[in-house]
């Protein structure tokens, strides 16, 4: 019944963002209640913590959103052009990638400007997603091999970050970072760089809904239907990468966001991409959001990385679906 009406669904996930956005901003040191963060949305409150909360809390917030939604439309691209259920911007390698080649070019210029920490981590998630596809094809892109593939690249991947942070210098809060994904001191300028790159991004893809959705019927229905087909599907990898080394370079690497949301979202609205885009990136978003009031809250003033707690939930779903394609597959074996 939910999946016949998306516009509801897409509304309650507008709705559930907003109220875990507030009880988010109100998370810190100076517990701040939720009627008291939507009186300032008016502009009225107190100054003090009007303040604490504009220039420390809502950046993070705002990140949260982003990031998570940017993660969540990546995979379900990358899932659709690939056909695969186990694709995403982590398990394909491509967020580690990013990762290791944003930090190669800090560590080699740390004055180096945003723009170019952003675009090396654009390159090296398509270098990754690149190698990992080559490696994995065999007479077809099976889906296990090709996460199993992915993961090695990753692994791979990540040992150059860590070298990457040892060549720095780096201290453990930076570590922590790009190792693990965390939202802890963000301000506005990583607000600034990232956000018109990931809107813009996503607003573009929505132009391509109906191209997905003929995908998703194979390549060659697609073909027949008048899609380049191949021209299509590298450009629609090129904006998931793009979104994924924005990300990336804003928060370091957040695991399992892009591979849990596009089944949680199908769950919900279906598989035509008009519905299922935004609303995974609603659902990531909240995914995300959800993962760093957790990290904030458990363990108070100890935070726990918004990246851990990601993959402390996602790791087990990520096996179960590694164990269901493998049984599919010797199903269709036998």
């Not at 379900?76 to 186990?86: D, R």
């Not at 290791?100 to 560590?107: E, G, N």
């Not at 003929?214 to 590298?234: D, P």
């Amino acid at each position: 019944m939910m999946k016949r009406h998306p516009n509801l669904i897409l509304a309650i996930l507008a709705v559930v963002l907003f109220f875990l956005g507030v009880i988010n901003v109100g998370i810190g040191d100076i517990f701040i209640p939720p009627l008291d963060i939507i009186q300032m949305l008016t502009g009225q409150g107190d100054v003090n913590e009007r303040y604490i909360v504009f220039n420390y809390r809502a950046p993070r917030i705002l990140l949260a959103i982003l990031i998570g939604g940017a993660l969540a439309v990546a995979g379900v691209i990358m899932q659709t052009i690939l056909n695969n259920s186990l694709a995403a911007p982590d398990t394909l390698g491509v967020s580690g990638g990013a990762a290791v080649t944003a930090l190669a070019v800090v560590s080699i210029g740390p004055s180096m400007s945003v723009f170019s920490v952003s675009f090396a981590a654009f390159i090296g998630g398509a270098l990754a997603a690149f190698f990992v596809y080559i490696l994995a094809y065999k007479d077809g892109a099976d889906p296990v091999r090709l996460a199993l593939v992915g993961i090695s690249v990753s692994a791979l991947c990540g040992s150059g970050v860590e070298l990457a942070l040892l060549k720095m210098n780096a201290n453990a809060q930076t570590s922590l970072l790009w190792l693990n994904g965390s939202l802890f001191g963000r301000s506005w300028d990583q607000i600034q760089t990232a956000l018109p790159v990931i809107i813009g991004a996503i607003l573009v893809l929505l132009l391509f809904t109906r191209t997905l959705d003929s995908l998703k019927l194979g390549g060659q229905v697609a073909a027949g239907l008048g899609v380049s087909v191949e021209k299509v599907k590298i450009a629609l990898l090129g904006f998931s990468t793009l979104l994924t080394g924005a990300s990336v370079a804003a928060v370091g690497m957040i695991g399992f966001v892009g591979l849990i949301s596009p089944h949680i979202t199908r769950q919900l609205v279906g598989s035509q991409h008009r519905y299922l885009l935004p609303a995974a990136a609603l659902v990531g978003a909240v995914l995300l959001l959800l993962a760093d009031t957790i990290g904030r809250s458990v363990l108070q003033p100890l935070e726990i990385p918004a990246g851990i707690v990601t993959s402390l939930l996602g790791a087990p779903y990520f096996l179960y679906l590694l164990y269901r394609e493998s049984k599919m597959g010797r199903q269709s074996v036998s």
